[in-house]
């Protein structure tokens, strides 16, 4: 399914669960593996001195400088490599989610694996979903490719992959992020649970839809979603459809953990805008923070 996959890295321990995703399905796809780490932004113009970005400091990027760094790679994920080999160690110089967007479209990779943070942090503090916004918004949200996202140890993934949670909301960019869910479920055989969730949080004013108003909204998604996405499954028939009502991101994860997840699917933002002016929409940025599985972000077809 996928032959190029780009792995990008802080090299700190926050990035130890994208690292196992990503080497699995790099050897279960027989794929290969760009394990990239950018050194830091310039200090200034054309300076060859760089901020650190793991230790805050100031370094010359001169060869003794990058061979140091290269061997810090290949220790840390050594156990790793010595299990497969069909992969490259990368190092770049700049802004993070410039460099890591520049060698996915120089490389042109089916898909980017990264950590939810950049730094060990507890995934529910404020600070660590304020990351979600930065390095990793901007890749999910400019990528050519699907940006899997993954924030927790997951020990069924990709290698055991039986459950894939779709979410939809309908906007374009939702039905972009379908094609990716059912290629995928197709290629390896993998449960697709197609899932609306009416937002019940949008009411204004105080006033609430009545049971009346909500069985018309689920018949309503129950005809988009057999329009939009069970037409296109023809002779595939692992799949199953489910709609519920609530706070959409609550859902999602209540819905994933009841269906015994591996993956979670979703469009990086939910506005019906431009992808060069969406930003990561709450609802994926809280299921990123929250989700038990890894959690696929897709822009583009």
């Known amino acids: 399914m996928f032959k190029k996959i780009l792995f990008a890295t802080s090299a700190s ?88 967007l520049r060698f996915a479209r120089k490389e042109n990779v089916d898909l980017i694996v990264m950590g939810a943070n950049t730094r060990d942090d507890d995934p529910e503090s404020a600070r660590s979903r304020s990351i979600v916004g930065r390095t990793m918004e901007k890749v999910a949200r400019l990528a050519k490719c699907p940006v899997l996202i993954v924030n927790r140890p997951c020990t069924t993934c990709w290698k055991l992959f039986s459950n894939i949670v779709y979410c ?44 009346s108003d909500i069985e018309r909204q689920l018949e309503s998604a129950q005809k988009k979603i057999d329009e939009r996405y069970v037409s296109k499954l023809a002779s595939y028939d692992n799949y199953d459809v489910e709609i519920w009502e ?12 009841e269906k015994q997840a591996d993956l979670i699917i979703m469009a990086h933002h ?32």
């Open 13 to 100: 321990p926050a990035c130890d669960n994208a690292a196992k995703v990503s080497f699995d399905l790099a050897q279960k796809n027989n794929a290969k593996l760009y394990t990239l780490h950018v050194l830091g932004v310039p200090s200034r113009g054309f300076s060859t001195t760089v901020t650190d970005l793991r230790t805050g400091e100031e370094e010359t990027v001169d060869a003794d400088y990058r061979d140091w760094v290269m061997e810090e790679l290949s220790t840390t994920y050594a156990t790793q490599l010595a299990e497969y080999d069909n992969t490259a160690l990368e190092l770049g110089v700049g802004v993070p989610a410039t460099e890591i």
């Open 168 to 211: 939809t909301d309908f906007s374009p960019a939702a039905d972009n992020a379908f094609e990716f869910a059912k290629t995928t479920a197709e290629e390896i055989g993998a449960k697709l649970n197609i899932f609306h969730a009416f937002d019940m949080s949008s009411s204004k004013m105080g006033l609430f839809p009545s049971q």
């Open 246 to 257: 609530g706070t959409p991101y609550v859902e999602i994860l209540k819905f994933a953990r």
């Open 270 to 301: 939910t506005a019906d805008v431009p992808v060069e002016d969406a930003e990561l929409g709450s609802t994926i940025e809280q299921v990123v923070v929250r989700s038990a599985c890894p959690v696929a972000s897709v822009s583009r077809a």
